[in-house]
């Protein structure tokens, strides 16, 4: 197991093996505020780093979430669909999207690590 | 132009609201426990809002007054007794709505509650019809907190005793610190409550006592839910020029007495929608499943073809699910007709039903 990755969209990304799990952070959030709908890729679809790979709604507005990096849908978390409350309960852990067989690994090379991403989440909010 | 500031601002602060700016307000979208928190709170114990950016129009004048704005709102304002309200709307000869109020009578005339992104247009436009035959006054000085909730009238009640005698709709003045305060029993979330026109001076007093009292701070973003819940409408969405009250199904808040007569600014029209229908009307509508549509959304009939839109939709903390309105060609606004709502390109099965999504009886009293 590496260390967990950062996207500039606030997508958090764990590797293991060739597959990747993928989810919203902490303070994507708190944000985005209380999170009443998700809507996650389809099973065995193909995304595209930097694509559309979901959708979270507050009660205030759509969200689109995005895939920082390639690959495909091998898995997806149904739990947050049928309750998504479980997002802001647990975002960086229970709560992931979708698990990705990844497509090109040095993809992972763009991505930031914690201390740089709570560095560009606080500029970001400030 | 410059953002404005409520009296409440520093309190807001305070506790922690995240700032948005509406109508050239900084107001409140949100505290800390966030909107679903905030909106159940509200149902359940009693919420503060802080509605200072509405406007509140003080007009003076006796019986001329009446016959003068009875040209201008559908209400039977020469039977509306002292201290009484009614809600209603400031159209135009199309009878097309330029804002949604609430009229008062008091002592010396008349207090009209008008949104706050119109009233400055609002203001424009009744002192042109009334001619500057009377005085009117935009009270900039005065701030307008909202209490609801079931816990509400208790809380109020130790701070301002006598208040929980009122009846829904109805207002008196009363004293807080020796200031003269303004309530009325009403609001806007589908809950009992009161709204209360204090001076700036010593709103931020008042609304610490009540939050010590038990009663918190509620933002727009859960005003929002819950008047959409309780099938309320909002200006500039659920209402505007290019729609009329009978289209927004509302004909029950203009006076049968005055459609007789027929003598209001956009009477012709309003008589005539009622007499031939309209084609298009507000519905409530239900998504099935989890999907929010939001404004904008479009509607389709069973056929594919377009029908309407929705003009509010969100997510209802109560409802514990998916909530909107909208308008829709006339013969697809029977309750339970089945429709499809268009978002992010894929079409989803919903039905149109009956307004309130969340009921709660108010405190009725003799009338």
Known sequence: ?126 | MEIKKTSLYQLHQDCNAKFVEFAGYQMPIQYKEGIIEEHKFTRNHSGIFDVSHMGQLFIYGSEDLISDLEKIFPLDLKNLKLNHSKYSFLMDKDAGIYDDLIITKINQGFLIILNAACKDNDFKILSKLLNEKYRMVLDENRSLIAIQGPKSSQILNDLIEGIEKLSFMSGNWFSFEHQKIYITRSGYTGEDGFEISISNKFADKLTRQLIDKGSKLIGLGARDTLRLEAGLCLYGHDLDKDKTPVEANLKWAISKERISKGDFIGSDMIIKQLNNGVNKIRVGIKPEGRIIAREKTKIFNQSDVLIGEITSGTFGPSVNGPVAMGYVENKFSKKNTKVFLEVRGKKHPASICSLPFYKKSYVKGVN
């Open chain 1, 1 to 126: 197991m590496s260390e967990v990755k950062y996207s500039k969209e606030h997508e958090w990304i764990k590797l293991d093996g060739d597959v990747a799990t993928i989810g919203i952070t902490k303070h994507a959030t708190e944000m985005l505020g209380d999170i009443v709908f998700a809507e996650l890729p389809e099973k065995g679809s193909n995304v595209e780093k930097d694509g559309t790979a979901g959708v979270v709604e507050s009660t205030k507005a759509a969200s689109d979430v995005y895939t920082p990096v390639s690959g495909e849908v091998v898995d997806t978390n149904q739990a947050i669909v049928d309750d998504p409350s479980k997002i802001n309960e647990d975002p960086e852990n229970t709560a992931w999207f979708f698990k990705l067989k990844i497509k090109d690994l040095s993809e992972m090379d763009t991505l930031m690590n914690k201390d740089d991403y709570d560095k560009f989440a606080k500029e970001a909010s400030a």
